[in-house]
């Protein structure tokens, strides 16, 4: 295993019971993330982002989410054959995640201090009280919040929409984790803290040294933040390069509609704007082929019968095409 990498996943299959029946939300997925860099998860709502990274930190919901097959490798060791305990100790200290909405994912009934200080109490048990609320104060102050210890004696629904995805980031770091997983961190913020919450991350993860999974379906977003990315549709990886790479040659012709379908300055004012033919299947009937060959433009015979594999195409830079089969 390369020693730069940290977090390697492979052939994940995960699985859920919908109605009976069982469909694949994340079929083969793989990609590496090595340490220190920002890699960008993106692609359309249900395409299988956030199961991804639920899988990482074994929170799927049980008995609905399944990992039918797949390895996901932290620092060479696969995590799903680690029993419960071992994988308490990781989540939360060394693998930690910042989830979508801070409103639900903060407790309305307890206090930011007292959910701060959980994470001590999980994995510091050492540390005394009175050092519990200190360290955690600290961490409120390391995240931009002016008046920390007022900030430990309030309530989630007395915070403004940027200070809860603060407090969120704040408990995500409090045990300086190797991996921190962002879930679509700026989601329901307007535009300014938006930009604030990121600058945040990037500047929190030079600081730890730290390895980022910014998942967004924002791929301005993924140009401004991430080394590399990866572009899921439909529960499958589309394609993987390097951010400069994606975006000078994009070659799967998924990724090619999201890019086209960006408004631009050189564009015809007041003009529509290109967009991606048809709606994503469903996960009871996505195709038996390429999961995308019922929306794509260049769609022939092989599309339809099997899934494509990655094809290289430079450095770093694979997409799921046939029709890069030959480059």
Do not use: W
Not at 91 to 97: A, L, P, Q
């Amino acid at each position: 295993m390369n020693p730069e990498t940290i977090l390697r996943i492979k052939d994940l299959v995960v699985s859920f019971t919908i109605e009976g029946k069982r469909v694949k939300a994340v079929d083969r997925a793989g990609f590496e993330l090595h340490r220190g860099e920002t890699l960008g998860i993106v692609g359309e709502s249900g395409c299988g982002k956030s199961v991804t990274a639920l899988s990482v930190m074994g929170l799927l919901p049980i008995p609905a989410g399944t990992i039918e097959s797949g390895t996901i490798e932290f620092m060479g060791e696969d995590l799903l054959k680690l029993p419960r305990s071992a994988m308490q100790a990781i989540r939360g200290k060394r693998i930690s995640m910042i989830f979508q909405e801070p409103m639900t994912a903060l407790n309305p009934v307890h206090k930011v201090g007292k959910q701060i200080k959980e994470v001590y109490q999980l994995h510091f048990s050492d540390f005394s009280n009175g050092r519990m609320v200190k360290e955690s104060a600290a961490m409120l102050a390391k995240v931009g919040i002016a008046d920390p210890e007022k900030v430990l004696n309030t309530y989630p629904h007395q915070l403004s929409g940027g200070m809860r995805q603060r407090v969120m980031i704040a408990m995500a770091l409090a045990a300086k984790p190797e991996i921190l997983i962002a879930d679509e961190p700026t989601t329901a913020l307007d535009v300014t803290v938006q930009a604030q919450i990121l600058d945040l991350i990037k500047s929190l993860q030079k600081e730890m040294s730290m390895a980022v999974i910014l998942i967004t379906h924002d791929l301005g977003v993924i140009a401004e933040n991430c080394d590399h990315a990866v572009v899921m549709y439909g529960g499958q990886v589309a394609e993987t390069a390097p951010v400069k790479e994606l975006f000078a040659n994009p070659c799967h012709p998924y990724t090619q509609g999201l890019l086209s379908s960006i408004p631009g300055l050189s564009g015809m004012p007041k003009s529509i704007l290109p967009t991606i033919r048809g709606m994503v299947p469903s996960l009871e009937d996505m195709p038996q082929g390429c999961r995308f060959s019922t929306r794509c433009p260049v769609v022939f015979e092989p599309c339809n019968l099997a899934p494509p594999q990655m094809f290289k195409q430079g450095g770093g830079h694979f997409a799921a095409c046939y029709n890069l089969e030959e480059r």
